[in-house]
Nanobody
Framework: QMQLVESGGGLVQAGGSLKLSCAAS????????MGWFRQPPGMEREFVGG????????YYTDSVKGRFAISRDNAKNTVYLQMNSLKPEDTAVYYC????????????????????WGQGTQVTVSS
């Protein structure tokens, strides 16, 4: 059972930056596509962005394009979410997730397609 642990959340002013990390417990992580999701207060969980196992493809939801960037270091079993130019509407609990299809090479937007989830990290952006 793969475990994912997010870190890096916190309180930041609008226009600021944060970098989230997601560390996986297993080396098989390097074979899987990853996603970042978020759940704003009182709202449904939504897709933020994703990255394929070999970093060949990244994809972002429109609201974060040009501001957020996903990267991964397979040697460290870690994926990152760099968030710049943060806005109050980015306030949410952020989750990383693994889609455990070996070498799939797809960024999937549907959260039901993901098999393992982190516990989430709170990001709060003040105006």
């Amino acid at each position: 059972q793969m475990q994912l642990v997010e870190s890096g959340g916190g309180l930041v002013q609008a226009g600021g930056s944060l970098k989230l990390s997601c560390a996986a417990s297993e080396g098989a992580f390097s074979q899987y596509d990853m996603g970042w999701f978020r759940q704003p207060p009182g709202m449904e969980r939504e897709f933020v962005g994703g990255i394929t196992w070999n970093s060949g493809t990244t994809y972002y939801t429109d609201s974060v394009k040009g501001r957020f960037a996903i990267s991964r270091d397979n040697a460290k079993n870690t994926v990152y979410l760099q968030m710049n130019s943060l806005k109050p509407e980015d306030t949410a609990v952020y989750y990383c997730a693994v889609r455990s299809r070996t070498f799939s090479g797809q960024v999937i937007l549907d959260p039901w397609e993901y098999d393992y989830w982190g516990q989430g990290t709170q990001v709060t952006v003040s105006s």
